[in-house]
């Protein structure tokens, strides 16, 4: 909605007012909201009255009765009548300046966003607005061209206001930015879209700039509904490095967690690192965590989890999947020591590694970091193991002692489908150091 329209008087001689100013608000629904800005019409006048320019004779008259019926007020049904026959008098440039200013007045008082609209095309098509507006007036030119669904327009003026020098203001929430890339969005060029935001996030990171989490949620939030996989892990990790508060490790955990449905391991070191942030919130995911772990085989790890649910309400101490699986943790906790000292006493001898990372994976369920380490790093060099998660599971022993530059040189070596869950814990490693 539009706010504030400015009065236009009429001159005594060339009937121009004595004081214009531009002012629009805009609001595009979840996309942006910008504030007023004000730009005065009267220095413009009359540095091109300076430069013997005037009205058009047969464009004057006509600009005059908007401009009175503009100001005058109430029903404004007859000024806007009179803007075609207004317009096609234009004569000159000059002329096309002020035609679109009074038609941003006219616009404001009406709600009329096509007539502002077509007034700040006028400005700029005329090429007598000041430069310094320029970037801010494509801006808005973008915001009315995204309301009205002509997304290819706004993207065309968002990517003019950029390229004219807008920067926005953060604390209006004027965002070129999340413009462009919003109408790349809306035309179906998601890989464009997202391309755009990360490599602006990028280049603002490294300049010490300001980064939206408006940003960082939209892309994230379509990467993830149009399943892609690769930047839907890239963007979570950017999420949580550029702003790592515990909303932001819960939605990117969430989304990478999600993205490993089909591998059941990778997702327990996601939810490992949920369980560290503190992101670990939801029945489901406890579930999911301790019957992966399997209280049979890995039972300390298992029974940590079980308390941590009670702890947040998730559980209750006679829920019965609480009750039936503390009671396999109870009767197997005791012997899982000794099981990693039989895996470790094979894993020297080993053709392969797998007693060696059994051993690894046995220790870091245990909170034996150390050895844990050590493990994990003795299969690696015999072989025979998934090369990817053997070092996802050292790098998780490394940051768990505070090896955080170790680590996150771990996790660079991490490809395929388990990168994604290897840059969130280089986050964390980051976060740690």
Do not use: C
């Amino acid at each position: 909605m539009f706010r504030k329209p400015l009065t236009t008087r009429a001159g005594a001689r060339s009937g121009i007012g004595s004081k214009f100013a531009l002012a629009i608000a805009l609001a595009s629904g979840t996309v942006l909201t910008v504030g007023a800005i004000a730009t005065p019409a009267q220095a413009q006048r009359q540095r091109q009255k300076a430069e013997g320019e005037t009205l058009s004779r047969a464009f004057q008259p006509l600009y005059q009765q908007v401009a009175d019926a503009t100001n005058a007020g109430g029903d404004l049904t007859a000024a806007k009548a009179q803007v075609p026959a207004m317009v096609a008098a234009i004569g000159s440039e000059y002329d096309r300046f002020f035609a679109g200013n009074v038609l941003l007045q006219l616009g404001s008082k009406a709600s009329d966003k096509a007539l502002q609209r077509q007034g700040l095309e006028l400005m700029v098509a005329s090429g007598r607005a000041d430069p310094a507006n320029l970037g801010l007036f494509r801006y808005f030119l973008s915001g009315f061209a995204y309301d009205a669904g002509d997304y290819a327009g706004a993207l065309r003026e968002a990517q003019a206001s950029l390229a004219a020098g807008f920067t926005g203001n953060f604390a209006e929430q004027q965002d070129p930015w999340l413009l462009v890339a919003d109408s790349h969005f809306k035309l179906g060029q998601n890989a464009e879209g997202l391309a755009f935001l990360k490599n602006t996030i990028e280049q603002r990171l490294a300049a010490g700039q300001p980064v939206r989490d408006q940003w960082l949620t939209r892309a994230l939030a379509v990467a993830y509904q149009q399943k892609m996989a690769t930047e839907a892990g890239e963007l979570s990790a950017l999420l949580v490095k550029t702003n790592p508060t515990q909303t932001n490790w819960t939605q990117a955990l969430q989304v990478v967690s999600a993205l490993m449905q089909s591998d059941v391991q990778a997702r327990l070191d996601v939810l490992r690192l949920m369980h560290l942030t503190g992101a670990l919130s939801q029945r489901g995911e406890f579930e999911s965590y301790v019957d992966v772990l399997d209280p049979r085989v890995l039972p300390t790890e298992a029974g940590r989890i079980l308390e941590a649910g009670v702890q947040k309400g998730v559980f209750t101490t006679s829920d019965p999947f609480y009750t039936e699986r503390k009671r396999i943790v109870d009767t197997r906790m005791s012997a899982e020591a000794g099981l990693a000292a039989d895996y470790a006493g094979d894993a020297a001898s080993a053709s392969d590694g797998k007693p060696a990372f059994n051993a690894g994976d046995v220790y870091l369920s245990l909170g034996q970091y150390a050895k844990a380490e050590a493990m994990f790093a003795l299969a690696l060099q015999k072989g025979g193991v998934d090369r990817d998660q053997t070092l996802t599971r050292l790098g998780i022993a490394q940051v768990q002692q505070g090896k955080n530059a170790e680590a996150k040189g771990t996790f660079a070596q991490v490809s395929g489908t388990r990168t994604a869950v290897a840059r969130m814990w280089t986050a964390y490693a980051d976060s740690r150091a």
